[in-house]
């Protein structure tokens, strides 16, 4: 049953990219972006028309597409990793103060630079900085050291989070306020071809390794007598798989802003499908959370004349997702 719903969602995924290509505010079928890309691919001289085709799917279309799947599927599985390292099922990507730093981050470059790059790197140097202040709690108490870093988690998200709203106070309210605001709501729309090249094979190299590593997380998910008992060294491990975890979302961010509720609620959804084996679970968690944010962001931008924040959208459909999936782990209970 667990191959079969991964290849169904595989199946699912693959379909959709296809059936979403031509939605949007430029409409246009599949057959003309075939014949369009392809002649401008072989050198072909292109009409008005298929030159606005290639233009609208290479610069627009395509890489949206593409950083939705992404972003879905490091939210997702981020979240699953986050959930068996610290046996909570209710700890997400923000745990860590990923989220706040990164809002933070944006923050400055919107604010004190007003420069769209260089409000990336900040967001980008703002997630790792919530992670850093979350790792600095943790050494401050050895004893235990995963629950001092959820505790340092609650403590730097609340502090980048002050920050921010420090960096609103003083925005500009005609001109960089709005900006920051509807960063913080998260959105896909600017994303673009040369932010894919470079942070792309970095988030697939996380993903990749994350999914590798579903065994060791088995076993750190029961506790750290069967990890010894497996040879594992649990605290190096942990780090590194929340690391690598960490690192994932940080770039994620760069691509869409903040987006919440996707890496909590994918994992209890596809966790009900798959059952709890990372082996299983973290493949399809990736193919539910592309699959998730691929529909959400098409419904966003294909429904509204003015483009509605998609961060918005994922906590509207996934509160009642929860919602069904705490009832129904509820249910299954003896």
């Not at 961010?253 to 209890?268: A, D, R």
Request: aromatic letters at 8%; proline letters at 5%.
């Amino acid at each position: 049953m667990n191959k079969k719903a991964i290849l169904i969602l595989l199946i699912l995924l693959a379909a959709t990219i296809i059936l979403v290509l031509p939605v949007g505010r430029y409409p246009v079928s599949v057959s003309e972006i075939w014949r369009s890309v392809s002649g401008h691919l072989s050198g072909r001289e292109l009409s008005q028309r298929e030159m606005d085709i290639v233009h609208v799917f290479l610069a627009i279309r395509l890489p949206r597409i593409l950083a939705a799947l992404l972003v879905g599927s490091a939210l997702s599985v981020s979240g699953a990793v986050y959930q068996s390292m610290f046996m909570n099922p209710l700890v997400s990507p923000g745990i860590l103060g990923v989220l706040a730093g990164a809002s933070c981050g944006a923050a400055v470059g919107i604010v004190a630079f007003s420069s769209w790059p260089l409000t990336q790197l900040f967001s980008f140097l703002g997630g790792l900085a919530g992670v850093g202040l979350s790792l600095f709690f943790s050494c401050l108490y050895p004893k235990a050291p995963i629950l001092a870093l959820l505790v340092g988690g609650l403590v730097s998200s609340s502090f980048f989070m002050a920050l921010t709203s420090i960096f609103k106070y003083l925005a500009d309210p005609a001109r960089q306020l709005p900006e920051l605001v509807y960063w913080l709501m998260g959105t896909l729309s600017r994303s673009s071809a040369e932010q894919l090249q470079w942070v792309a094979p970095l988030m697939l190299a996380g993903l990749l390794f994350l999914t590798l590593s579903a065994k060791t997380i088995n076993a750190l998910s029961q506790g750290e007598d069967e990890a010894r008992a497996l040879g594992i060294e649990s605290g190096r491990a942990r780090l590194l798989l929340i690391g690598t975890a960490t690192l994932v979302c940080s770039l994620s961010v760069i691509l869409s802003g903040i987006i919440q509720w996707v890496g909590l609620v994918i994992p209890h959804v596809l966790r009900l499908l798959v059952g709890p084996d990372n082996r299983t679970l973290l493949p399809a968690t990736a193919l539910g959370g592309a699959l998730f944010l691929l529909l959400t962001d098409t419904l966003v931008r294909s429904i509204w004349t003015a483009e509605f924040p998609l961060g918005i959208i994922t906590a509207l459909i996934c509160m009642p997702l929860f919602a069904f999936s705490l009832w129904h782990d509820w249910r299954r209970r003896p």
